[in-house]
């Protein structure tokens, strides 16, 4: 057998050396791209341009490697490379172990410098003020909707969306002792104790749940007490040493949230992308039909409808629209245009790429 390997090994070898050579290269590349940047105080993070090399990836893949690995194997690339010009710094939903952070990272790859926030305001008045390049926040759950407090954030910031990034969410629930002897209450974020609500009813209705900051708040509150149990990733499991009492406990398996990359900086586009914008209308018979006829004569199709009460002003709800393409495609234009003209409120949130 081991002559067999020998002379594999070798070739694996070989090629390694090769693929090291062309990354130094490719990083050497990058470092003249960082100098090119510095001239024009250009923006170092291209999000348009980082999801066009791994859609191209995927599209030349000529396998055996599945598309998702050799994205993942790019978007590493890409982290390093990026890093070469600057590190960014991205704002997040801490403490570290959230799903927030993974997001962080599945965006940005792991060259990147996180900045773990208490609360969704924190990240977005990190990147508002400039202590962070960027910040990623949880905008929707495909169990439980719209995050709210993002969406208004989104409405009181200057801040624009600059990319979008999806995750699957699997809760566990998970003690210091890895059973569920002596624990009186259960401890998570929210919006984690109503994806497993279902779950939670039948198999332990009499704990109380409570609800706190975040799940990795819970998991460190459970690591601290043998009486607490936490519904967490188990990521933030093994990283504050839990036991998993029971894995994937949401009601929903397929459960998913997405999240945006919010910044300061317009991203152009990408062939692939979504506009995200906030309108509203006076609340009379048939407005928001009207309001929202532009899309149809533009042809432009709709993604996402959602509505939030406005708790000041003339207006009853603010609607936030996604639409597919960019605010500089020709159709998406003229119809942002008129909706612009048509709505009483008017608000672009960002055009950015499509998440993978
Ligand atoms: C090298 C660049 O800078 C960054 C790194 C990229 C890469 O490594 O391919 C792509 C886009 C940017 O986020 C670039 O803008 O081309």
């Not at 130094?24 to 100098?35: C, E, Y």
């Not at 210091?176 to 109503?194: D, F, N, P, R």
């Not at 499991?237 to 997405?258: F, K, M, S």
């Amino acid at each position: 057998m081991t002559d067999k390997l020998t002379p594999l090994r070798e070739r694996i070898d070989a090629i390694d050396a090769q693929i090291l050579d062309l990354l130094s290269q490719r990083g050497r590349i990058a470092q003249q791209v960082g100098h090119v940047k510095a001239e024009t105080d250009a923006p170092v993070f291209r999000p348009e341009r980082e999801a066009q090399v791994l859609r191209g990836v995927a599209e030349r893949n000529p396998g055996p490697l599945k598309n998702q690995d050799v994205q993942t194997i790019f978007r590493e690339v890409m982290s390093a490379c990026r890093a070469l010009e600057k590190r960014v710094t991205v704002a997040y939903l801490g403490p570290a172990g959230t799903f927030s952070e993974q997001a962080v990272y599945q965006q940005f790859g792991s060259a990147v410098e996180g900045l773990p926030c208490a609360s969704i305001d924190e990240v977005f008045r990190s990147t508002e003020a400039g202590t962070a390049d960027f910040g990623v926040v949880p905008v929707e759950n495909s169990s439980e909707g719209a995050i709210n407090r993002t969406l208004d954030l989104m409405l009181a910031t200057t801040t624009v969306i600059s990319g979008e990034v999806s995750i699957p969410v699997h809760h566990s629930l998970m003690t210091k002792t890895g059973s569920m002897e002596g624990v009186g209450v259960v401890c998570a974020h929210s919006q984690a104790l109503a994806q497993c609500q279902v779950w939670l009813n039948l198999h332990h209705p009499n704990v109380e749940r409570r609800a706190v900051a975040s799940n990795a708040e819970a998991a460190v509150m459970a690591s601290q007490d043998a009486t607490i149990a936490a519904i967490a990733s188990e990521m933030a499991g093994e990283q504050y040493g839990l036991g998993v009492v029971q894995a994937h406990i949401q009601d929903d398996p397929h459960n998913r949230t997405r999240f945006v990359v919010i910044g300061t900086l317009q991203t152009n586009p990408s062939g692939r992308d979504r506009t995200s914008l906030v309108l509203a209308v006076p609340n009379t018979a048939g407005a928001v039909y009207k309001l929202l006829a532009p899309l149809a004569t533009h042809g432009v199709s709709m993604t996402r409808f959602e509505s939030r009460p406005a708790r000041i002003g003339t207006w009853e709800y603010y609607f936030y629209v996604d639409v597919e393409g960019h605010r500089q495609d020709a159709p998406v234009a003229r119809a942002l245009e008129e909706l612009h003209h048509n709505a009483a409120f008017f608000k672009l949130l960002g055009s950015y790429p499509v998440g993978l």
